[in-house]
């Protein structure tokens, strides 16, 4: 089992930045790959971003191409996400998840277990 808490979230002005970590507990943190996605109200969730096992594979969406970057330190059980450039369509929910693969996956039915989430606002 593996339980991950996000922390991070907040508000931000357009424009600004915010970092949000996830630390996970349980099994040995480098076996899994680790995803960001974010559900914004009315909408479904979607993939930001993920990163693998080791950290040396990233994928991005290309929403977040050039303005989010996600990094891993596996010593410390965490997973980062970098948020640069925030707009207001940023605002959702991101979530925290990992999957039981070295190999990370852009679909959300890949990942066995989620964190509770934290909410990013970005005003305009």
């Known amino acids: 089992q593996v339980q991950l808490v996000e922390s991070g979230g907040g508000l931000v002005q357009a424009g600004g930045s915010l970092r949000l970590s996830c630390a996970a507990s349980?099994?040995?943190?480098?076996?899994?790959?680790m995803g960001w996605f974010r559900q914004a109200p009315g909408k479904e969730r979607e993939f930001v971003t993920a990163?693998?096992?080791?950290?040396?594979?990233?994928y991005y969406a290309d929403s977040v191409k050039g303005r989010f970057t996600i990094s891993r330190d596996n010593a410390k059980n965490t997973v980062y996400l970098q948020m640069n450039s925030l707009k207001p369509e940023d605002t959702a929910v991101y979530y925290c998840?990992?999957?039981?693969?070295?190999?990370?996956?852009?679909?959300?039915?890949?990942?066995?277990?989620w964190g509770q989430g934290t909410q990013v606002t970005v005003s305009s």
């Open positions: 349980g099994r040995t943190f480098s076996s899994f790959a």
């Open positions: 990163i693998s096992g080791s950290g040396a594979g990233t």
């Open positions: 998840a990992a999957r039981s693969s070295r190999r990370p996956s852009g679909s959300s039915r890949d990942y066995d277990y």
